[in-house]
């Protein structure tokens, strides 16, 4: 037997055999199927913006790592007073020794052309995968010993 419902007179749904409709309270079942879909689209979104906050934080501490490291270099530069000329490589084995394997540097000092007794040392701290990234330090030293005066 097929039912079917109308509305009688008084406004109430009836089904075909004369008794009251009832509407039982509740979610039908695409109701729920649509909000755990919305609800897992979002969780989904989350995880990802989750995942990209952590790599943030990564990049931020190997970029404050590799900026102590090269003040670590440059404070070196420092107490050799007035460095010599030319290039010097390494990695931080010998100070830090197992500490920093992804991390290498070079430290270049050049003279400046407008005061022989100034010298520009550039620290260069490479990291990351295939040391792809760096972090550059620049200083200017001036020579503890004055200039000598042409006669």
């Not at 989904?44 to 102590?68: D, P």
């Not at 931080?92 to 070079?106: A, T, V």
């Not at 330090?137 to 000598?148: A, C, D, G, I």
Request: neutral net charge; hydrophobic residues 40%.
């Amino acid at each position: 037997m097929r039912l079917v419902y109308r509305t009688n007179r008084h406004g109430e749904t009836v089904d075909s055999v004369g008794g009251l409709a009832r509407c039982e309270p509740g979610f039908t079942l695409i109701e729920v199927m649509i909000s755990l879909a919305i609800v897992a689209t979002a969780i989904v979104a989350l995880l990802g913006l989750h995942h990209q906050s952590l790599q943030s934080v990564i990049r931020g501490q190997e970029l404050t790592r590799a900026a102590m490291l090269a003040q670590e270099v440059m404070t070196l530069a420092e107490l050799e007073r007035f460095p010599p000329l030319g290039e010097k490589v390494g990695d931080f084995q010998q100070l830090h020794p197992g500490q920093y394997p992804n991390f290498r540097w070079d430290r270049t000092v050049e003279a400046t052309q407008l005061f022989p007794d100034v010298r520009k040392v550039r620290v260069r701290v490479m990291f990351g995968s295939r040391f792809s990234r760096s972090f550059d330090l620049v200083e200017y030293m001036h020579s503890p010993v004055p200039p000598e005066q042409g006669s």
